[in-house]
């Protein structure tokens, strides 16, 4: 019986590994080209906006009256219009067939009702990210009719007042905008004034049309799948899960089909995708890190490994409501500190308890403060929302001015760690040897997460990672080389 099931699981993983290559091929560069025709932005500038930059938007206050032509973007403050339920429709009806942008905090109204009035008036959403409504928006959105629904367009803002809240110079600012245009997949920039004496709202305007040309007219990014290539897909996902669980690929699967029928197919596939992406690179790695082989061969099979099998997330990801993030992927921290614990339990249990236990010392506490610290931190900052220091946030700016898209640091210190574990210089590590298998799965996990945000470019993930992977692998090499010759010296001099 036991054979019997090995012998399935190894079935299982030809047949993913057969598709997740499908998928390398089939896959990749047509994303590619979508990214590409779908890269321009437009712009938009309030009233106070003279400058001369052709065919932009303006942006009005819902409740202004006046001429509205078809290049008026109005936003709706639920904040400052605080109005009920009838003068909430009676605005939405006055500006039947108009764009829209929602900010503030959402009303008391029922998505389903509010998504019916948009419906019924023919608004095309303005979707803005990181906003009070977004949560609640992207319910109202998910209610609507699927016509209407694809014609909403993604927004990208910097107010005034965060950049006093995150310290941030005007380089930086413009860096935002780059970066957004970059790695967001925004369709519509709104340029709110910047409160900054030294730069005009004019001066500021131009400056980021010179840097990012934009497009006159706003394009919603609009993928189309195919049934039969997500099917295959949807196969590969579910027999990778098997090969490192059979139990684990049958309560995936149930978990898909659940989600299938309460949610909708395209969020069903972001919950398979994160469960197939957290156990997907558990099984990889338990079966890699066992085999008698050399030590580079196993660390180049898993770094390919969790390419490919981020590829193949990526894919099964894929669709209009991912792209423009009407469904958010699921499973992100579980694929990020899934592994990691296990990695942890297996080291801990197998020799760092023993260490820990005979050789116990004060600053055991100081390196434990830290570890925790240090994870806690990496919690908080991890998703949009996180909490990034300043001096981070000023460090990420030059690294990608340097290499034109930052690299993540996850990468830059795990991947380092992954080859000290594949080739046993932890053990230089003392009692705290079991550590560095676990800082090496995490950059492991990282490269496999990245392709969770299916809304950035393809290219993108792609360039970020093997530049990170690549900065990693030299600093490991590099580090490796000098404990190598250190050891070889402190023998020579035994000798």
Request: with cysteine.
């Amino acid at each position: 019986m036991e054979n019997w099931m090995e012998k399935s699981k190894t079935i299982a993983f030809y047949i993913f590994f057969l598709i997740a290559l499908i998928a390398v091929f089939v896959y990749v560069y047509p994303r590619y080209e979508f990214d590409v025709g779908n890269s321009e932005v437009t712009m938009g500038f309030e009233n106070s906006y003279n400058a001369e930059i052709e065919m932009f938007y303006a942006m009005r206050e819902i409740s202004e009256i006046g001429l509205a032509g078809d290049r008026v973007v109005y936003y709706f403050d639920f904040d400052s219009l605080k109005g009920n339920e009838f003068q909430i429709e009676e605005w939405l009806r006055q500006r039947s067939g108009k764009k829209i942008i929602f900010i503030g905090n959402p009303p008391e109204i029922d998505p389903e009702k509010f998504a019916q009035w948009l419906d019924q008036y023919q608004i095309e959403i303005g979707f803005l990210e990181m906003n009070q409504v977004t949560n609640w928006l992207r319910s109202v959105i998910q209610n609507r009719d699927e016509g209407y629904q694809k014609k909403l367009f993604r927004v990208h803002t910097i107010k005034p007042a965060e950049i006093d809240a995150l310290n941030l110079t005007y380089p930086m600012v413009l860096r935002r905008w780059i970066r957004a245009k970059q790695e967001r997949s925004i369709d519509f920039f709104w340029v709110q004034p910047l409160d900054l004496e030294s730069v005009t709202y004019e001066q500021y305007g131009q400056d980021i049309a010179n840097i990012l040309n934009p497009s006159d007219t706003i394009k919603t990014a609009a993928p189309e799948s195919n049934l039969l290539f997500k099917s295959f897909l949807i196969i590969g996902s579910i027999a990778v899960i098997y090969f490192y669980s059979p139990l684990f690929a049958l309560v995936s699967l149930g978990i898909f089909l659940f989600f299938v029928f309460a949610s909708s197919f395209s969020d069903a596939t972001l919950y398979l995708a994160g469960l197939a992406g957290s156990f997907g690179i558990a099984g990889i790695y338990k079966y890699l890190r066992d085999l008698h082989h050399s030590p580079f061969l196993k660390f180049l099979s898993l770094v390919l490994s969790a390419f490919v099998l981020g590829v193949t997330i990526n894919a099964v990801s894929f669709s209009f409501e991912s792209v423009n993030q009407i469904y958010m992927a699921h499973g992100v921290k579980l694929t990020l500190f899934y592994l990691p614990f296990l990695v942890f339990l297996r080291e801990f249990a197998l020799y760092g308890y023993q260490d820990l236990g005979s050789k116990l010392h004060w600053a055991d506490l100081l390196v434990i403060i830290f570890v925790v610290l240090f994870g806690v931190y990496a919690i908080t900052r991890s998703g949009n929302s996180g909490f990034v220091l300043t001096a981070e946030r000023q460090f990420r700016d030059q690294l990608e001015v340097l290499l034109g898209i930052r690299p993540r640091f996850k990468e830059i210190l795990g991947i380092p760690a992954l080859w000290f574990y594949m080739f046993g210089y932890h053990k230089r590590f003392g009692r705290f040897a079991f550590l560095v298998p676990v800082l090496g799965v995490v950059g492991l996990c990282s490269i496999v997460n990245s392709f969770q945000h299916v809304h950035t470019p393809l290219f993108t993930t792609l360039y970020r990672e093997v530049v990170g992977v690549t900065i990693g692998t030299l600093i490991g090499a590099g580090l490796g080389l000098m404990f190598r010759k250190k050891s070889f010296a402190s023998h020579y001099d035994n000798n």
